[in-house]
């Protein structure tokens, strides 16, 4: 006897419950883990070294020269806007660059002349913390380009100007900005690939790896993979015939994923599908159809330049689709083997058909999300920033936190007797994000790695005499070059190289006993952490207040995208691809912020409202019913399903909309009791258990529409059993086996 879906559900979640217990008792020592932890893939070494030379280059002016300092304030232009350009398509970099030069420009500016007044440099140092706060609700880039520039008016006000001498150092500033871009736009010149194809290489890779070992994990590794690559793809200024292949690249990878999905729930014995296939030669398809998908991530560059090195690929792709069609011509007939050939002949199609779009010359229409104008781009940035202004918003706190912290900590710097009081407001700016996970983990990495750098940097200037010059400047670029590497790889090291070159910079300036001043800066640098910390545990922005919100917008969009799937069948089959394809593509977006946000939770010291195993059960209910929905989405393509739902059917279907629309709401209301159709209407429909039930006796005879909605029956029963807030579920009865 097989077990019943709902069972297999209900064994699956429980488990997963318990492990989300288990992980709340963890959650310090994954705070603290995450200091050390390292990401092998956001080590950035191209972008480093060219951001290095990008300060090299002012700095060997400046010693040639004589005009060291002037070169040094062209090098500070370079290092911000360095962190502008450090990932995304060119596009987007150049956007961000150009942006950060003229943020960090009018920041020098009124820097330089504020730093004559305490009050003032005070107030200009705490708007300019909340407005970098604020501009994280606009992008991850604007935001840390907001901080940089922030930090720059801080250091930039211990050495106040008079408004000519405050012009000239941002003249010096914004040519080092402007160096930079160039070089990065002349690096992107010979680059052997951009950023865009990198991305949809990387979402061809990651579907090899799903198909060769289907799991939760890979899959949802290719879901953020499509999503990283739609978005680069849309911010683009590659030419159209260039983009319009890795538009056919990605759209190709999003159909078959659909086929390779249902393969795959075949393959690893679903309840609903383990009698529509056969699992042996479904994985077997599967493994053999895995290097494909590689061989196709290696070469999307190839592919979206047509060049001539990419033709053996596309006679590969032919061969490919044809083997694959013999193997489902032979399955044909073959008991079990004959729906899983379905699967395989669609796949063989969709090779074919993107084979064939990628041959043929000239340039293709661009899907309209590929041609917003940057004036609809900067329409979007402003809306976004609006949006934040409410009491209600992470990021609105968030900014006000760091005005309240630089604010503080500018004025502790003006009023201590310590040379080196300014690093009290550089280190609490820095340390302070938007939730306690980053904030705490920076705090602890920020201090490490900020000792670290101190001691590296005075050790060296101490132990190697330089009155020249050459030896400092060598030591900034090494520096600043080591920065950019690890700005994403981990945040300890990146900390101990931004603190080991600003060290370095201000010894230029200041001519001060090392030891001394290692010792004043550490002390501000900890004065400034618990600053930052303190501030806030004060008012603190608890990511379990937001996670409900994460949560139920992922089961609208699940619904949204099964009203969809289910629209086609009311179509008779004619359903909109593109309509579909944005609804997954929301799904995809709504489930990774979802899952971001249950880990946060899970790491924050307090108890969330909400159960650790409540919370990952939706997470993993919501897969479970996004990869059904695919399965039956990829019958529809190919044919088999374009029959319309039965009365019965269509029942259920009510009910399972209804229930997820319930689940969202109760969601929304931000209590720890999730209790699906609190009203007990939905519970008390016999007729959709008595349908349910009697399309159960007779299991074997179901096509795949009607297994897929007892299946996704099952999954929202399966959800409400395990919140333990139904008075009393309704009976689960196993189909025959």
């Given at each position: 006897m097989g077990r019943a879906p709902g069972k297999v559900a209900a064994a699956h979640f429980a488990k997963r419950g318990k492990r989300g217990s288990h992980l709340i008792r963890r959650r310090t020592w994954r705070s603290l883990h995450s200091v050390i932890e390292r990401d092998r893939t956001s080590l950035r070494v191209l972008p480093g070294l060219r951001n290095g030379v990008g300060i090299l280059i002012p700095l060997a002016w400046g010693l040639n020269s004589g005009h060291l300092l002037s070169g040094i304030g062209v090098a500070v232009g370079a290092l911000v806007a360095g962190f502008a350009g450090n990932a995304g398509t060119a596009r987007r970099r150049l956007r961000t660059m150009l942006f950060a030069t003229a943020w960090m420009s009018v920041t020098t500016f009124i820097g330089a002349l504020a730093g004559h007044r305490a009050w003032l440099i005070v107030f200009v140092a705490a708007l300019s913390g909340w407005l970098s706060g604020m501009m994280l609700g606009v992008s991850q880039p604007s935001g840390q380009v907001g901080l940089l520039a922030t930090n720059a008016l801080i250091l930039i006000s211990t050495s106040p100007q008079s408004v000519s001498g405050a012009l000239y150092r941002t003249c010096l500033v914004a040519c080092g900005g402007l160096l930079q871009t160039a070089l990065m736009l002349a690096v992107d010149l010979v680059s052997p690939q951009s950023a865009e194809a990198q991305s949809v290489s990387k979402v061809y890779r990651k579907l090899g790896a799903y198909a060769a070992s289907p799991s939760r994990q890979a899959d949802l590794e290719l879901a953020a993979s499509l999503v990283e690559a739609s978005d680069l793809l849309r911010d683009s200024y590659m030419p159209k015939r260039h983009r319009f292949r890795l538009y056919?690249?990605?759209?190709?990878?999003?159909?078959?994923?659909?086929?390779?999905?249902?393969?795959?729930?075949?393959?690893?014995?679903?309840?609903?599908?383990?009698?529509?296939?056969?699992?042996?030669?479904?994985g077997d398809i599967l493994r053999q159809c895995a290097p494909i998908f590689s061989a196709l991530g290696d070469h999307v560059w190839l592919i979206a330049q047509g060049d001539k090195r990419a033709q053996p690929l596309m006679y590969i792709l032919e061969r490919a689709s044809a083997e694959l069609s013999a193997i489902a011509q032979s399955a044909q007939g073959v008991e079990r083997k004959e729906e899983t050939a379905a699967h395989v002949e669609a796949v063989a199609r969709s090779l074919m058909a993107l084979r064939d779009d990628l041959v043929q010359p000239g340039v293709h229409a661009l899907p309209p999300e590929a041609l917003e104008s940057t004036a609809s781009k900067i329409k979007q940035a402003w809306q976004a920033l609006q949006s934040h202004l409410t009491w209600d918003s992470a990021i609105f706190r968030h900014a006000l936190r760091v005005a309240i912290a630089v604010g503080i900590g500018e004025t502790l710097a003006v009023a201590l007797p310590w040379s080196h009081a300014y690093w009290v407001p550089l280190t609490a700016n820095i340390i302070l994000r938007p939730d306690f996970t980053s904030t705490f983990t920076r705090g602890i990495a920020r201090v490490l790695g900020t000792m670290g750098g101190i001691l590296l940097a005075t050790l060296l200037l101490v132990?190697?005499?330089?009155?020249?010059?050459?030896?400092?400047?060598?030591?900034?670029?090494?520096?600043?070059?080591?920065?950019?590497?690890?700005?994403?790889?981990?945040?300890?090291?990146?900390?101990?190289a931004l603190t080991a070159l600003m060290v370095v910079l201000l010894s230029l300036f200041e001519r001060q006993a090392p030891i001394p001043t290692m010792a004043d800066r550490m002390l501000a640098t900890l004065v400034g952490s618990a600053l930052a910390i303190l501030i806030y545990l004060m008012w603190p922005t608890w990511?379990?207040?937001?996670?409900?919100?994460?949560?139920?917008?992922?089961?609208?969009?699940?619904?949204?995208?099964?009203?969809?799937?289910?629209?086609?069948?009311?179509?008779?089959?004619?359903?909109?691809?593109?309509?579909?394809?944005?609804?997954?593509?929301?799904?995809?977006?709504?489930?990774?912020?979802?899952?971001?946000?249950?880990?946060?939770?899970?790491?924050?010291?307090?108890?969330?409202?909400?159960?650790?195993?409540?919370?990952?059960?939706?997470?993993?209910?919501?897969?479970?019913?996004?990869?059904?929905?695919?399965?039956?989405?990829?019958?529809?393509?190919?044919?088999?399903?374009?029959?319309?739902?039965?009365?019965?059917?269509?029942e259920i279907a009510l009910w399972i909309d209804r229930a997820l629309s319930s689940l969202a709401d109760e969601l929304r209301r931000g209590t720890g009791e999730i209790v699906i159709d609190p009203s007990g209407e939905l519970w008390h429909q016999g007729s959709v258990r008595r349908h349910v039930e009697a399309m159960e006796v007779n299991w074997r005879t179901l096509d795949v529409i009607a297994r897929t909605v007892v299946r996704l029956y099952h999954v929202i029963q399966t959800l409400a059993r395990l919140t333990h807030e139904i008075d009393a579920s309704p009976p689960q009865k196993a189909p025959p086996s």
């Open positions: 056919r690249l990605l759209d190709g990878a999003e159909q078959i994923r659909m086929y390779v999905v249902a393969l795959a729930e075949i393959a690893r014995g679903r309840a609903y599908a383990q009698e529509l296939g056969d699992a042996v030669f479904a132990a190697v005499p330089d009155r020249t010059g050459m030896f400092a400047s060598a030591c900034i670029v090494v520096f600043g070059s080591l920065m950019y590497m690890w700005v994403t790889y981990n945040y300890a090291l990146f900390s101990c990511q379990h207040q937001q996670v409900n919100r994460a949560l139920a917008q992922a089961v609208e969009r699940e619904r949204d995208y099964f009203r969809g799937v289910l629209g086609v069948f009311a179509e008779g089959g004619k359903g909109s691809p593109r309509r579909l394809a944005r609804e997954r593509q929301a799904v995809r977006v709504s489930r990774t912020n979802a899952a971001a946000a249950v880990r946060q939770v899970l790491a924050e010291p307090v108890a969330p409202p909400l159960h650790a195993h409540i919370m990952v059960a939706i997470l993993v209910g919501m897969h479970r019913f996004s990869d059904t929905l695919l399965s039956l989405e990829a019958y529809t393509w190919e044919g088999r399903a374009e029959r319309p739902l039965t009365k019965e059917e269509q």
